[in-house]
C-alpha cells in the first residue's frame, strides 16, 4: 500500500485542521493506520491509531480529547480531525500503515509511511 498524506496548514491556536491520508492497492482493510508528528529537533512520536477489523482507536494522552481518527475503508482513507489546536501541535503529521494485529505506538512497528504534512499552529 502507498500513502498520500494531505490537509496541513497554518491555523491560529483553538482551531481545527483535518489530515487526510489516501491509500493505494486493495488492501488498506487489512492495515491498521497510525498518525505519528515530528517537531524540529524531537524524534518522531504517535499520534492516534485504529485497528483494522473494529475500528478501535488509540491516542496519546497529549492530544486525548481534542483529536480524532477515523477510517473509511471504502475510500481508502484515514483522517485525523483535530481541534483545540495548540502550538506545541506544530510539527511534520505523518501517516503510516501496520499488517500487525492490534495498535503499537512504535514507529518502528509500521512499514508504510506517507511522505508527510506540515502543521503549523500559530499563538
Known amino acids: 500500500v502507498q500513502l498520500q498524506a494531505s490537509g496541513g496548514g497554518l491555523v491560529q491556536a483553538g482551531g481545527s485542521l483535518r489530515l487526510s491520508c489516501a491509500a493505494s492497492?486493495?488492501?488498506?482493510?487489512?492495515?491498521?493506520m497510525g498518525w505519528f508528528r515530528q517537531a524540529p529537533g524531537k524524534e518522531r512520536a504517535f499520534v492516534a491509531a485504529?485497528?483494522?477489523?473494529?475500528?478501535?482507536?488509540r491516542y496519546a494522552d497529549s492530544v486525548k480529547g481534542r483529536f480524532t481518527i477515523s477510517r473509511d475503508n471504502a475510500k481508502n482513507t484515514v483522517y485525523l480531525e483535530m481541534d483545540s489546536l495548540k502550538p506545541e501541535d506544530t510539527a511534520i503529521y505523518y501517516c503510516?500503515?501496520?499488517?500487525?494485529?492490534?495498535?503499537?505506538?512504535?514507529?518502528?512497528?509500521?512499514?508504510?509511511w506517507g511522505q508527510g504534512t506540515q502543521v503549523t499552529v500559530s499563538s
Open positions: 503510516a500503515a501496520d499488517l500487525a494485529i492490534g495498535i503499537s505506538i512504535n514507529p518502528a512497528s509500521y512499514d508504510r
Open positions: 492497492g486493495r488492501t488498506f482493510s487489512s492495515y491498521v
Open positions: 485504529i485497528t483494522q477489523y473494529d475500528s478501535s482507536t
